[in-house]
T-cell receptor
């Protein structure tokens, strides 16, 4: 297993366009998390899945954002009608279980630039 | 989630030990202390975690104060590849499901020759 994969690594889009990012977690990990990180800040939690169920969403996740994990494997994060404030690194992580002993494995992220 | 306080930045010389402090004066009895680090242009990676006792692994050591209100991540011999932002995070492990990772701004470690 090569870890958590995110695609694309970079995305430049015009304001108002829709974008979709993909995350492939480690195969035996049933928890999947999305975070957003802006320059100089730590990652901020967006949402997470237990298998295919989306269990928590942050207030940061506006109506323009939607995340899915249709078969409990890969996940997608879609941003509709992008705004310049959406420019950030979007990070995906997975973990093997809910216990405190299970660390998160992060991908390298998708850097979004909205022009 | 209980809050942690870390210095914004620290510097170290290569091959010297580095002690990265973290204060968590409002820690609760079921909070575990986790450390992650983020290398440039990468996602965060797990370093170490502990509850009460000091912990060692191949990457680092974690020294936890007796009253648990502070902890120190110890890199025994810093290398240039250890230059990163280090995050100290508390996770409530009181139930079977731990709280999610909540990141602060961390400590940016610079390592020089």
């Amino acid at each position: 297993d090569t870890g958590v994969s995110q695609d694309p690594r970079h995305k430049i889009t015009k304001r108002g366009q829709n974008v979709t990012f993909r995350c492939d977690p480690i195969s035996e990990h049933n928890r999947l998390y999305w975070y957003r990180q802006t320059l100089g800040q730590g990652p901020e939690f967006l949402t997470y899945f237990q298998n295919e169920a989306q269990l928590e969403k942050s207030r940061l996740l506006s109506d323009r954002f939607s995340a899915e994990r249709p078969k409990g494997s890969f996940s997608t994060l879609e941003i509709q009608r992008t705004e310049q404030g959406d420019s950030a690194m979007y990070l995906c992580a997975s973990s093997q279980g809910p216990g405190v002993g299970y660390g998160y494995t992060f991908g390298s992220g998708t850097r979004l630039t909205v022009v | 989630d209980a809050k942690t306080t870390q210095p914004n930045s620290m510097e170290s010389n290569e091959e010297e030990p580095v002690h990265l402090p973290c204060n968590h004066s409002t820690i609760s009895g079921t909070d575990y202390i986790h450390w992650y680090r983020q290398l440039p242009s990468q996602g965060p990676e797990y370093v170490i975690h502990g509850l009460t006792s000091n912990v060692n692994n191949r990457m680092a050591s974690l020294a936890i104060a007796e009253d648990r209100k502070s902890s120190t991540l110890i890199l025994h011999r810093a290398t240039l590849r250890d230059a990163a932002v280090y995050y100290c995070i508390l996770r409530d492990g009181g139930t079977g499901t731990a709280s999610k990772l909540t990141f602060g701004t961390g400590t940016r470690l610079q390592v020089t020759l």
